[in-house]
């Protein structure tokens, strides 16, 4: 088991979600059509059921504190979209309420409103993708197109941190022998930390060259490099990745016919949906609720069908 | 027998030196040892080590040969090289390159072209046979120093190599994860039949395991024998005699008789000891008269410390008081939270709860820099308190600083007090870890402290600078009344050098005595020659204290 290094206690792991599990590419679609859909259909009925699901998506994930955090930073921003799309763009036919020449109009706000709720649950989706979509998995979508910038971003990743915790060391061991960078006149200070940061450089630049001894002792440049695929791609992946495919595709396919989404200008349409509109509505509900599903089945497999033990 | 690596005259130069850094060394590993070479720091181990590796020789002038398998070894190819030579280093951190287990072991595979199938198959063998399982897809910068050596270890295994070299492989880690480092390489070099060439200083773990003992000595090879013989040769030359661990130091140090050759375990000394019947004298324990009231110089009650909000505490209601003028030593594995003690005594740490006070004074009320006047800290990464470019530029500059009359005659002083004027212009990154460990603790004894708190201060050194740092420190405490408090998990050191010892655990001190009866009380945690002697002698602790009754 893993030790904490700084207290030497075991470290616990929490549990992993499905949707961890599953290959990043899947991952990277679940979350490309997603936002796709948030940017297209733009239908107060659509983008409500969007937020409200992509709100549980994140609650399933934990991160019921980031939304909260998230939804009131961006609560001012909602009010100035819905102010100041009204002030700056007078299109639409029904008229609200004049002053001095600027129209406001119920489409402008309409517009303002279903744009800033567009926006609010993009947010939500980063969340999300911030959580599953680590650093790691981010990179190993992309060393297929350069293995060796991703094994250079991948050690500079590392190295930060670690450079951080040196630098702290050396400020505390510099301080201990009288050469301070909190303390004195400006002039004084900025010459210890210049003194500081040429220690920080030699002390790196030594472990570095102690790093590029043991890489090339395990043979780096010695052969063109392979790239070792530690995400595998499994027929479970092959599966969801199709049913995404064909969902969203679908989704994308009815929009473009216009269904879902609210005809604004030149004059606001009607808001209620057709029958095929209910329908693209279910389509995106299940595209959109994917990381749940995948969790209530996980749920329903030990709880409902007693497969536990 | 076919030598699997042989040396001919070989002769090296480093670039820009005036001497030679290996002379004449000609010498042959057979497929299959297991070899150990020892030597003082900056004999040339490290750099002999290199020339087996032809990615690392080091840039200068080398003659003779250097044969690998009958063939010369730069003719290998940089691939073959790189699978049948594989070569493990001092630092645990600085060898790991990506970010968790799996792919640390998959980037020498992925180096040397390995397909993807290929690699994950000699994983899973691998992972089985070192039992690295749960670790695989663990945050390097999560494991302890014991496990990353035990993944740089590893990540060279997965090579296949024919032959192993170690550099000081343990020379970081802590008493129990060196045992179980060295119980691996016994496993690696008994099951796999890799043949195991390693440089190492402190010989009490490894030599029962190793088949021939080679000491080095200013770049030229005096002993290639079995360990045995080369002890024994070691044990005439006072200069090479602490290199000798602790069993059968007490062996050749009385003349005992060995039936059965030179023991090397506690196990073989205590049968060799029953069946010789010597009879040994008991120590002669000087005890102090306590003082009727002492000053403390540290003062630490009811301190709590944890690292965040709701963590664990790593220390709780800890109490400890140290008198001036002592010595404590503090001992107690590693991530018992001996670092974080010195740090909160240091007001470095801020305690949650309890009051640290030093000199009689809370830590808090005192003036910083007065404070690390009169009380230094000795980290564990002793380059950390370099600024200038020579030894002598840093003594100067510290004793500017604080206002001495003469900055160049204190520095000059100080110099010659720890032994450093050969180095005085050296630049201080350049120096031995052992060296800069005491060139650092010149630059903070220059404000002549009255307590120093030391954090593993022999951590890396080799006997003869162990023992010389061991006497500096002795000096200061009797010439200059400092009180030291010091963390280790040297139990030598311990019971040799400290007047008390103490027991971290669980964040509590568990017992504070005099090192006799510390060490006799105590049955894991004490040192090889307690271990060896306790049934004859229950309180003999040093190698230095057993005698024979004539």
Not at chain 1, 6 to 16: A, D, F, K, L, V
Not at chain 1, 58 to 63: D, K, T, Y
Not at chain 1, 213 to 229: C, L, N, P, V, W
Not at chain 2, 87 to 115: C, K, R, W, Y
Request: proline share 4%.
């Amino acid at each position: 088991m893993a030790m904490d290094a700084n207290t030497g206690r075991p470290i616990r792991h929490p549990r992993h979600l499905v949707i961890e599990q599953l290959n990043p590419w899947v991952l990277l679609t679940y979350y490309v059509a997603v936002v796709g859909c948030a940017m297209v259909f733009i239908h107060p009925v659509f983008l409500g059921t969007m937020l409200i699901l992509m709100v549980g998506v994140n609650l399933v994930g934990r991160s019921g504190h980031r939304v909260l955090m998230t939804l009131e930073g961006s609560v001012f921003m909602v009010a100035f979209i819905m102010v100041l799309n009204p002030l700056v763009n007078n299109r639409g036919a029904h008229v609200i309420w004049t002053f001095g020449g600027v129209l406001i109009t119920v489409e402008a706000v309409m517009y303002g409103l279903l744009m800033a709720l567009s926006l609010v649950i993009v947010l939500l989706t980063f969340i999300s993708y911030n959580q599953y979509l680590t650093s790691q998995k981010f990179m190993y979508l992309f060393s297929r197109f350069s293995p060796k910038l991703t094994l250079l971003t991948m050690m500079t990743l590392r190295f930060v941190p670690l450079f951080i915790k040196r630098f702290k060391g050396i400020i505390q061991a510099q301080s201990l022998r009288g050469i301070e960078v909190e303390q004195g006149g400006f002039r004084q200070r900025s010459i210890s930390l210049v003194k500081l940061m040429a220690v920080l450089l030699e002390d790196s630049f030594d472990r570095a060259l102690q790093t590029a001894d043991a890489m090339s002792a395990r043979g780096y440049a010695s052969h063109k490099r392979t790239s070792f695929q530690r995400y595998r791609f499994t027929q479970r992946d092959l599966v969801w990745l199709l049913w995404l495919l064909l969902l969203s595709g679908s989704c994308f396919f009815e929009a473009s016919q216009g269904i879902g989404r609210l005809v604004i200008y030149p004059s606001l349409g009607q808001m209620g949906l057709s029958v095929e509109g209910w329908l693209v509505l279910l389509e995106v509900a299940i595209l959109v609720s994917f990381p749940m599903i995948l969790e209530g089945w996980e749920w329903g497999w030990w709880h409902l069908l007693k497969h536990g033990i | 027998m076919v030598a699997l690596v042989e040396t001919r005259h070989l002769n090296f130069e480093y670039a820009l030196s005036d001497h030679k850094s290996l002379s004449d060394v000609t010498l042959s590993v057979e497929a299959g040892a297991f070899i150990v070479i020892a030597g003082p720091s900056g004999s040339g181990k490290t750099t002999l080590l290199r020339q087996l590796k032809p990615e690392l020789q080091p840039v200068g002038k080398r003659t003779g040969e250097i044969l690998f398998n009958g063939h010369p070894i730069n003719e290998l190819g940089t691939v073959v090289s790189a699978q049948s030579i594989g070569m493990v280093f001092q630092s645990p951190d600085d060898q790991l390159v990506m970010d968790n287990v799996i792919q640390e072991l998959a980037f020498s595979l992925e180096n040397v072209g390995m397909s993807s199938g290929d690699i994950q198959r000699r994983i899973a063998e691998l992972a089985s046979f070192l039992g690295l399982q749960d670790l695989l897809y663990e945050d390097v910068t999560n494991l302890s120093g014991g496990q990353k050596q035990l993944v740089n270890l590893a990540s060279v295994l997965i090579l296949r190599p024919k032959l192993l070299l170690l550099d000081e492989p343990t020379a970081q880690l802590d008493p129990i994860a060196t045992k179980s480092f060295m119980s691996l390489l016994q496993r690696i070099h008994e099951e796999l039949g890799i043949t195991i060439v390693m440089t190492e200083h402190v010989l009490d773990d490894v030599l029962p395991l190793a088949d021939q003992l080679w000491f080095i000595r200013a770049g030229e090879i005096t002993d290639t024998n079995t360990v045995s013989d080369t002890l024994g040769h070691l044990w005439q030359q006072p200069d090479a005699r602490l290199f000798v661990p602790d069993v059968p130091y007490v062996f050749l140090n009385n003349q005992l008789t060995q039936t059965s050759g030179l023991p090397l375990t506690v196990v073989a000394g205590r049968r060799e000891l029953r069946e010789g019947k010597a009879k040994f004298k008991r120590p002669v324990i000087a005890t102090a008269k306590e003082p009727v009231r002492r000053n403390w110089a540290v003062n630490l009650t009811h301190v709590a410390f944890e690292y965040d909000r709701n963590g664990n505490y790593v220390l709780d209601d800890l109490n400890l008081k140290v008198p001036e003028n002592d010595w404590l030593a503090i001992i107690g594995k590693n991530g018992t939270g001996k670092t974080t003690l010195l740090k909160v005594m240091m007001g470095l740490l801020t305690p949650r709860r309890g009051t640290a006070k030093l000199l009689g004074k809370r830590v808090n009320s005192w003036h910083q820099q007065s404070l690390y006047q009169q009380v230094s800290f000795l980290s564990q990464t002793p380059s950390d308190y370099f600024s200038y470019d020579t030894v002598m530029a840093e003594f100067v500059a510290r004793a500017e600083q604080l206002g001495l009359t003469d900055p160049k005659q204190a520095a000059q002083e100080m110099l010659t007090r720890l032994d450093l004027v050969s180095l005085a212009n050296q630049n201080p990154h350049d120096a031995s870890g052992g060296e800069q460990q005491l060139i650092a603790l010149g630059i903070l004894l220059l404000s002549a402290p009255s307590v120093l708190l030391l954090d593993e201060p022999t951590k890396g050194l080799d006997p003869v600078r162990r023992q010389r740092l061991g006497k500096i420190l002795k000096r200061l405490q009797q010439e200059r009344g400092v009180t030291i408090v010091m963390v280790s998990h040297d139990m030598a050191f311990s019971a040799r050098f400290a007047d008390h010892c103490t027991l971290l655990f669980d964040g509590q001190i568990v017992s504070q005595a005099e090192p006799h009866q510390f060490f006799a009380e105590n049955f894991f945690y004490t040192t090889a020659t307690n271990r060896l002697m306790r049934d004859l002698v229950p309180n003999l602790i040093t190698r230095e204290e057993v005698a024979v009754v004539e």
